[in-house]
């Protein structure tokens, strides 16, 4: 079994992105900034924010956040988010999600698709699903794209179940995976338990982001199947842990990746780099 852990795709994604750092700062004339948006009290929101930051810095770039209080209106909402996409000294913006319907069409309202670094603007997703280069795509999403080359899974061909239809992570993981070639099925909270056990039974590669504390267990897999934890949960013990049953699970795998240690990593390492990316196309580098 492989453990496929995060650190070291993130550590790759560092190395690459300091490979043309310096020109970059050298043309903007500073490091590249990304503003981080919340509202509301969402410990977890929080607790992603302050690692994005966090992740941003160690990479050699900038980062701050602003919260705003959840009865913030449409109006304002808009108003700074459009402000910030102006900021010429602003690169990237990470509007953390969920949000209440009204506030993510104001947010997407406001957003620059240039500077929409979690792929949340119509323009981007619409290249998300019609498989073009170019723009970005949500970053937990690409995240585990990122994991699974890096460990040398392959996608071309194989079947591949999702569970989890969120627009931050299911539904853009099938577009790109369906862009690699896999054939995928989607399951969720409806899926009738015969089906799911159905289709995980011939799936290659499982791919969980329930937020279900252990949901998955061995009798679901099949033998040799690749697994991606997506899930960020609170065990009854209060522990930190995944949609699946990691310790159950993992002699049944051929790779698998942990919670904590697993995706969130490379999803703050995605972040740092669609936000260099951004900052690379303004100055033309
Ligand atoms: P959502 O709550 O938006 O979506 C959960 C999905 O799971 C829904 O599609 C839901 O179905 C489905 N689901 C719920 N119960 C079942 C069930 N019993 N059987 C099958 N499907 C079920 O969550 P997110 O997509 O935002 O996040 C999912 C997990 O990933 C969370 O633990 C979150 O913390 C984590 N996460 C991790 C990130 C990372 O970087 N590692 C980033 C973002 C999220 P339905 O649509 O029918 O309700």
Known sequence: MIEMRGKAVSDRIKEDIAESLDAV???????PRLEIIRVGTNEADASYGRSAIKKAEAFG??????????DISYESFEEHIRKKSRDE??????VLRPLPPELLEAAER????DKDLDGMTDINMSRLFQGQEGGFAPCTAMAVMRLLDFYGADTHGKHVV???R??????PLAMLMLSRDATVTVCHSKTGEDILREQLSSADIICTAVGKAEFLGPEYIKEGAVIVDCGINVSEEGKLC???DYEAVKEKCLMISPVPGGLGAVTTAVLCENLFKAARIKVGK
Not at 61 to 70: D, I, N, R, V
Not at 89 to 94: K, R
């Open 61 to 70: 770039m900038s980062a701050g956040l602003t919260s705003f209080p959840s």
């Open 110 to 113: 406001g957003l620059s698709p």
């Open 242 to 244: 995944g949609d699946v």
């Open 162 to 164: 999702i569970i989890g």
């Open 25 to 31: 700062i050298k043309a903007l004339g500073r490091k």
């Open 89 to 94: 000294d602003v690169d990237g913006i990470l």
């Open 166 to 171: 969120s627009p931050v992570v299911g539904k």
